[in-house]
């Protein structure tokens, strides 16, 4: 076992070497990610490593970054793609949505379509409009897409090895509040194939699911849960798309209460599709309906309100009273 | 190149500037002291409002400091029914144009996605900053074609001919937003202005990235006329923007100026120049500085100490009352966030922010 304390940024950016280092293919694509290292630094050393053709420094274009990186993996490169800010995905909309999630399909299976973008998503960094928005639920709507997030280092670091590895299109959204906080890094192995969820504090009560940054928010409620007397079950979902749901019943069997929380609004989002169908399975089983605790269905407010508009630990606490009220 | 007042602070047009002068001849020299003061005004504004991020008042800065001659110029030389579409570093258009400068406070302490109505009157329909690149290219030439079929340009009247101007910068002519915005000016001749300040760099991607011929001829394939000017002579900004917008309201059709300028600062205030730039670059464009110009070009046609102190003075003013009032802004309660979603009821408003309220209170008979 090889274990190294480290912030989530440098571990995708430790990551993002290992796959550059094992295949000469992977390119990285986008805007100051060269000389700069990117804005938050994510591939800071990476251009110096391996030179400006293996990381570029793009024109200021997202519908031209991730177009030309479709063309680049239909020539045989796997590229990586860095999004500067999640409000700023929608110019490449188009491209991601009708051709890179779609290719694969209407070339009836004859292409793969091996990119990866990188979106720095989420909020509790108190920036401007554009910067701090929750978009996942427009890309997993989207068949042909994968979609990841990792909640700390060790997952970032393996979960974008993986990505890259594979074949598939993969969204890989980072939580950037949670770019800096350190966390032991395993090298040697990963334990967790890309699309598995996983439990990270067992619990007997209520099962709480989130995914990306929400994950240390659910457990700061799960610890104030606990010394109010009801044990929290914590589920990381890692994978929003496909969703590993078998962690998350198996442990709905035990505690028959189910939360799932999020940064993005709760209209048609991932929160939604989850209750859904936690609700088609395992309807006997449930103590309670499945509650949700979202960010409202509005745009993200301005920096100074959105201690407003994100959910707290207090949110998750009040669904967690009003699940075990039933 | 058009230039009119050399970085020396001589006056020496450019040949290219020929067909300008005319609209130059109009200044007075109480014009020019009109520069120079906001110039120097919103400059010390710009250092207020970084040293309150500094201080923890404010999210983010983005500073103007360099860019004020390009800024100044091409503000002067709008009339009030033109509309004006800004990128999100034009602090001396916004001054010039009568926005109230603590509403960019507003915005960049956290408190405001916008700040200011651009109809209303007082606001001399100065749109509100757009933080998506390239966007608001497109609205503008919407805008433009607003204007052509309300059939306000080359009414025989010029005074009352509407134009629009739009400001992005060197990295924002990449995004597809600002060529179909080509493309739409062009189909319908719009009467517009399109001002690029190339200001060398889009973060920390030098401007060569983005172009591998100068700026000013990227319209020419689109069908749209440019002309490059020196950004730092707020001679040049004021005479080529006249009259590329003189052009816009007769009924021309679109044009496009490129301003050679230089970001002195950082991009923002969360960005560290020194990571990909030269200290040499950056001292040379200082040499070329707009307000070091003008001052010298003033002193030397007769202006005296007294009318620089007290143009310092008014901008330290400036920048003290604008720091008083930074301080005591405040945010919204959390109504305002259900607010102004929609313009009609909306039940799904109604209902959080009833929730909300409930929640909220639940906390406040537990205290
Ligand atoms: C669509 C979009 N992509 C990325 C960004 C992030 N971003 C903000 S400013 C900037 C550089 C803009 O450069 P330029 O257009 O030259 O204007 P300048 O900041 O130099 O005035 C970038 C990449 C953004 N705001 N919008
Ligand atoms: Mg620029």
Redesign the interface.
């Known amino acids: 076992m090889s274990v190294q304390n480290l912030p989530l940024g440098k571990a995708i950016n430790l990551g993002l070497r290992e796959a550059m280092l094992a295949d000469p293919t992977v390119v990285l694509m986008g805007e100051d990610i060269g000389t700069l290292g990117g804005v938050f630094r994510v591939t800071e050393g990476l251009k110096t490593e391996f030179g400006a053709h293996r990381v570029m420094d793009t024109p200021l274009a997202e519908s031209g970054i991730v177009g030309t990186a479709i063309g680049l993996a239909m020539r045989g490169y796997r590229p990586v793609v860095e999004i500067q800010f999640d409000g700023f995905i929608f110019p490449a909309f188009d491209q991601i949505t009708t051709q890179l999630a779609k290719l694969t399909f209407r070339h009836e299976g004859a292409l793969s379509m091996p990119v990866v973008i990188r979106v720095p998503y989420g909020g509790h960094i108190g920036a401007v409009e554009h910067h701090q928005e929750s978009p996942e639920a427009y890309f997993a709507h989207t068949a042909g897409l994968r979609l990841v997030s990792p909640s700390n280092p060790h997952d970032a670091y393996w979960m974008i090895q993986e990505a890259i590895a594979s074949k598939d299109p993969v969204m890989f959204f980072e939580p950037k509040s949670r770019y800096w906080p350190k966390g032991d890094v395993d090298t040697s192995t990963s334990g967790f194939p890309l699309h598995a969820s996983r439990v990270v504090r067992e619990g007997t009560d209520v099962t709480i699911v989130g995914h990306g940054a929400m994950v240390s928010m659910i457990l700061q409620a799960a610890d104030i849960a606990a010394s109010e007397g009801t044990s929290v079950e914590v589920i990381d979902l890692r994978s929003l798309s496909p969703i590993d749901y078998a962690p998350i019943l198996t442990s709905v069997a035990k505690t028959g209460r189910l939360v799932v929380a999020q940064e993005a609004p709760g209209f048609v989002s991932l929160g939604s599709e989850i209750a859904a169908t936690v609700h088609e399975k395992s309807f006997y089983l449930l103590e309670a309906p499945v509650l949700r605790v979202s960010g409202f269905d509005t745009p993200f407010p301005p920096a100074k309100q959105e201690a407003i508009y994100l959910p707290d630990a207090d949110r998750i606490l009040d669904a967690v009273d009003r699940a075990m009220k039933y | 190149m058009v230039q009119l007042l050399t970085p020396e602070g001589k006056f020496a047009p450019s040949a290219s500037a020929e067909e300008f002068l005319p609209y130059f001849e109009k200044l007075t020299d109480a014009d020019f002291r009109k520069f120079y003061t906001d110039m120097v005004t919103v400059r010390r504004y710009d250092t207020e409002a970084t040293n309150l991020q500094r201080q923890g008042q404010l ?2 800065w983005v500073p103007s400091h360099g860019q004020e001659g390009a800024q100044v110029g091409s503000a002067y030389a709008t009339k009030d029914q033109d509309h004006i579409f800004p990128a999100y570093r034009e602090h001396a258009i916004a001054h010039i144009r009568g926005v109230d400068l603590i509403e960019l406070i507003r ?7 916008g700040g200011w109505n651009p109809f209303d009157p007082k606001h001399k329909n100065f749109h509100i900053y757009t ?4 966007s608001h290219a497109l609205h503008s030439t919407g805008y433009a074609m607003g204007i052509t079929l309300d059939g306000k340009t080359n009414t025989g009247t010029p005074d009352t001919d509407e134009a629009v101007i739009v400001y992005f910068g060197d ?2 002519t ?4 600002v060529s179909e915005a080509f493309v739409f000016a062009a189909s319908y001749q719009t009467p517009q202005v399109f001002f690029v300040q190339n200001n060398h760099w ?4 030098p401007v060569s ?2 172009a591998r011929v100068p700026l000013y001829l990227r319209g020419t394939g689109f069908g749209i006329p440019g002309t490059q000017i020196d950004g730092n002579d707020v001679f040049a900004s004021y005479a080529v923007t006249a009259k590329h917008l003189e052009d816009a309201r007769s009924g021309k059709g679109p044009s496009l100026i490129e301003a050679h300028t230089y970001r002195i600062g950082a991009h923002t205030s ?2 560290d120049p020194t ?2 730039r030269t200290d040499e670059e950056l001292q040379g464009w200082i040499k070329k500085d707009p307000i070091a110009r003008l001052e010298t070009y003033l002193r030397e046609s007769g202006a005296d100490e007294k009318f620089f102190t007290s143009v310092h003075e008014q901008a330290a003013d400036f920048a003290a009352d604008i720091r008083r009032r930074a301080v005591e802004l405040t ?2 309660g ?1 109504e ?3 607010r102004s ?1 929609y313009s009609e009821p909306h039940p ?2 109604e209902e ?1 922010q009833a929730w ?1 309220a409930a ?1 909220d209170a ?2 406040e008979e537990e205290a």
């Open positions: 999210a983010l915005q960049f302490k956290g408190i405001t996605h933080l998506v690149i390239g990295g924002a990449s995004q597809g937003d889009a973060i920390s991607v990235v983005q969360s960005d990571k990909y945010a919204p959390p305002s966030i259900f979603v799904v408003m959080q909300l929640y639940s906390f």
